[in-house]
């Protein structure tokens, strides 16, 4: 199946602290990537869809001034959590729609502690 | 409000098939069914999909019933890597296709 990578892998940070996860599908152009946050012993949660060239679509409850996202080209997604606080940690997900197959691919998520 | 359910677990012997059981009674006609899975601490890995007919690819068989009302995944011989937890998910109509994901069914194959 299609590629899709996160960068970095998993990441700690202090309190107050902003911090960028990139989404990069690898061997397809994708509109549409979407962004997942899953709690322990949790399922995926869909915080926001990015569409590329425009604004992103955040889900009910999910600040849109905390989590930043950024779509500028068909092949990157970025998601910022801005002054990020223990609560944040989680582990995020994100995917991109293969258009071609309509089929969303996924990576392989980043760890995110915050302290 | 879940779209699809599904058993909390299941176990199933190496070597045996798998069937896992999806039932998704108020789907509409433009929806696709979706199976994922997860394995711990991993972003989920796209199995199968499909629409109407049965499908099989190289991972697995999808078996949709003619009303479309529920569905099952065969992994024809289970292995230990097979571990983890499978999502049936009915995509979204919209132009987005979002994926609501449920709870899932862990399954876990004994050697």
């Known amino acids: 199946g299609a590629v899709v990578s996160q960068h970095p892998s998993w990441v700690i940070c202090k309190s107050g602290t902003s911090v960028k996860i990139e989404c990069r599908s690898l061997?397809?152009?994708?509109?549409?990537m979407f962004w997942y946050r899953q709690f322990p012993k949790q399922s995926l949660m869909l915080m926001a869809t990015?569409?590329?060239?425009?604004?992103?679509?955040?889900e009910q409850g999910v600040e849109k001034d905390k989590f930043l996202i950024n779509h500028a080209s068909l092949t990157l997604s970025t998601l910022t959590v801005t002054s990020a606080h223990p609560e944040d940690s989680s582990f995020y997900i994100c995917?991109?729609?293969?258009?071609?197959?309509?089929?969303?691919?996924f990576g392989p998520g980043t760890r995110l502690t915050v302290l | 409000d879940a779209k699809t359910t599904q058993p909390t677990s299941m176990d199933c012997a190496e070597g045996r098939a798998a069937n896992l059981p999806c039932n998704h009674s108020?789907?509409?006609?433009?929806?696709?069914v979706y199976w994922y899975r997860q394995i711990h601490s991993q972003g989920p890995q796209y199995i199968i999909h499909g629409l109407k007919n049965n499908e099989t690819n190289e991972m697995a068989s999808l078996i949709i019933t003619e009303d479309r009302k529920s569905s099952t995944l065969i992994l024809p011989h289970a292995t230990l890597r097979d571990t983890a937890v499978y999502y049936c998910i009915v995509s979204d109509s919209g132009s987005a296709r979002q994926l609501t994901f449920g709870s899932g069914t862990q399954l876990t194959v004994l050697p």
């Open positions: 990015s569409n590329e060239g425009s604004k992103a679509t955040y």
């Open positions: 108020t789907i509409s006609g433009n929806e696709y």
């Open positions: 995917s991109a729609r293969d258009h071609k197959v309509d089929t969303q691919y």
């Open positions: 061997d397809f152009q994708a509109t549409t």
